[in-house]
């Protein structure tokens, strides 16, 4: 096998090992492929991030919205995670409440033996 097909052939099989490892995490936790589940602590530093990215992603398009915080949610384990999340965002001196789908998926970009 050609060191090239060797490293392919790594990165595929730690491909699987993971999404066969995200797959055991779901069924433990109940989690059914394509339904939406409640966030159980949307106050947890990832989910607030995701929605802070939601906001600034949605202010590219020439809007200024000034994110607060997550207020509640759900994931959707799909391929990859869906989350739907409901933000409080000031806009000017009004906080609305916004709700945005995040996809956030599991990408390798390099997986390779260290030497020594």
């Given at each position: 096998m050609a060191l090239g097909q060797y490293h392919l052939f790594l990165?595929?099989?730690?491909?699987?090992?993971?999404?066969?490892?995200v797959s055991v995490a779901a069924a433990s936790e109940d989690k059914i492929l394509g339904a939406w589940t409640p966030i159980k602590n949307v106050n947890d530093l990832h989910v607030q991030y995701l929605g802070?990215?939601?906001v600034t992603s949605h202010n590219l398009s020439?809007?200024?919205?000034?994110?607060?915080?997550v207020i509640s949610g759900e994931t959707?384990?799909?391929?990859?995670?869906n989350y739907r999340l409901v933000i409080e965002a000031l806009n000017g001196n009004n906080v609305g409440k916004y709700q945005a789908v995040v996809f956030e998926k599991i990408r390798i970009r390099?997986?390779?033996p260290l030497l020594g």
């Amino acid at each position: 096998m050609a060191l090239g097909q060797y490293h392919l052939f790594l990165v595929m099989s730690a491909a699987l090992l993971l999404l066969n490892g995200v797959s055991v995490a779901a069924a433990s936790e109940d989690k059914i492929l394509g339904a939406w589940t409640p966030i159980k602590n949307v106050n947890d530093l990832h989910v607030q991030y995701l929605g802070k990215r939601a906001v600034t992603s949605h202010n590219l398009s020439g809007n200024s919205l000034k994110f607060k915080r997550v207020i509640s949610g759900e994931t959707q384990l799909v391929n990859g995670m869906n989350y739907r999340l409901v933000i409080e965002a000031l806009n000017g001196n009004n906080v609305g409440k916004y709700q945005a789908v995040v996809f956030e998926k599991i990408r390798i970009r390099s997986f390779n033996p260290l030497l020594g």
